[in-house]
């Protein structure tokens, strides 16, 4: 009987080996089933340890291939270590002891967290999750660890309070005035502050990270939140919007803008990601993957990895259903050349059926 551990476990070996990332080291793997815990063991036909937010299927990780454009691929590993938990307070501690492990194992230090502890763990914790954490895995590096944590913790009342005290404590105070004014104009229940996100372990610069989810928004109005960053690429967002979505208003699943922060710059931001949802915009993981691949191709990428790296996930055709595809993502910033980021589930419980598409774009919305 298969165990969510040994899925996973398959899996992540598949795909790093699939896209030139050495398959990872026994610490590697060991840290995976270590964030798991005892769900590790759990048997897939058992079904999900609880209703994860991470995945569809409530799978409780999720798998991510990024392509940058002048250097190898790498492979992401997102999970939910409490996701067993009984609350969501029990959640946040399993996951920080999760995280101290893994600082253990990976020698880093877990003050970035710490520095927010008091905001995104009360005893009174509310959903839908309280601590992701992942793995960023390179050739010959440690990791680099990424910790998420839930702006909604207090309510969802306060995520806008949170985010901005939770901004402020790392020195970037500054920049909340314009991230509202141009993220998240239109309030709470159309511009969701979703996720906060900080860098620890590995990294040559650590960021902090603001998620925004963007519920009826327009191609026009993720270019107009583009613009927060310097040097003009609202143009490319929106080519790259259109091709991976196929249309000019997402009223389905919402556009989830990331807004990233570094020392080099602390009234703006230095980073804009837009994550689109791409399963809810076609009808199968065949158009998602070949409209994947096109953008891939526009920036002289290697279509082939993402071949093997879909054959590493599922034995199933790529017609057969939709989702394992579950978002495509344009990373741009100030200091490094776009990158662009496909994200996989796992689909340990469930295959979605293929769905009827959105129509598609009028010739003249392709401009």
């Known amino acids: 009987m298969v165990t969510l551990g040994e899925h996973l476990s398959r899996q992540l070996s598949g795909v790093c080996g699939a896209v030139g990332v050495s398959p990872p080291d026994d610490g590697s793997t060991r840290s995976l089933l270590d964030l798991l815990g005892a769900s590790a063991q759990r048997p897939v036909a058992a079904g999900p340890p609880s209703p994860s937010f991470v995945s569809d299927d409530h799978s409780p990780a999720e798998f991510s291939v990024s392509f940058p454009t002048a250097d190898a691929p790498t492979v992401r590993v997102v999970v939910e270590p409490g ?66 944590v839930n702006p909604a913790c207090h309510g969802r009342d306060r995520s806008v309070q949170v985010t901005e005290e939770a901004l402020a404590r790392f020195g970037f105070g500054r920049a909340w005035p314009t991230l509202l004014e141009h993220a998240a104009s239109r309030g709470p229940d159309s511009d969701e502050f979703l996720f906060f996100a900080v860098d620890v372990g590995d990294w040559q610069t650590r960021r902090v990270k603001v998620y925004i989810a963007h519920r009826d928004f327009s191609v026009t109005g993720a270019q107009a939140v583009s613009r927060l960053l310097p040097g003009g690429c609202a143009q490319r967002l ?84 939709v989702g394992l595809i579950s978002y495509v993502s344009l990373v741009q910033s100030t200091r490094l050349p776009p990158r662009l980021t496909v994200y996989l589930s796992p689909e340990c419980y469930e295959v979605r059926p293929p769905q009827e598409p959105t129509p598609p774009l009028a010739s003249g919305d392709r401009q």
């Not at 390179?138 to 680099?144: H, L, Y």
């Open 83 to 148: 996701c067993a938990a009984r609350s969501f307070a029990e959640s946040g501690r399993v996951g920080r002891r999760a995280l101290e492990a893994l600082a253990e194992r990976w020698s880093f230090s877990t003050e970035p967290v710490d520095r927010v502890a008091d905001l995104f763990f009360p005893a009174g914790a509310q959903g839908p999750f309280a601590l992701w954490c992942a793995m960023d895995l390179r050739k010959d590096r440690a990791p680099g660890v990424k910790v998420y």
């Open 238 to 321: 929106g080519e790259f919007c259109r091709t991976v979505g196929d249309t000019e208003f997402f009223g389905r699943r919402p556009l989830v803008s990331c807004l990233s922060f570094t020392e080099w710059d602390v009234e703006r931001p230095s980073g804009y990601t837009l994550h689109v949802p791409v399963r809810d915009y076609a009808r199968d993981d065949r158009v998602t993957r070949n409209r994947a691949a096109t953008v891939l191709r526009r920036y002289g990428m290697d279509t082939g990895a993402l071949d093997r790296a879909l054959a590493a996930m599922t034995h199933r055709g790529t017609s057969e259903g």
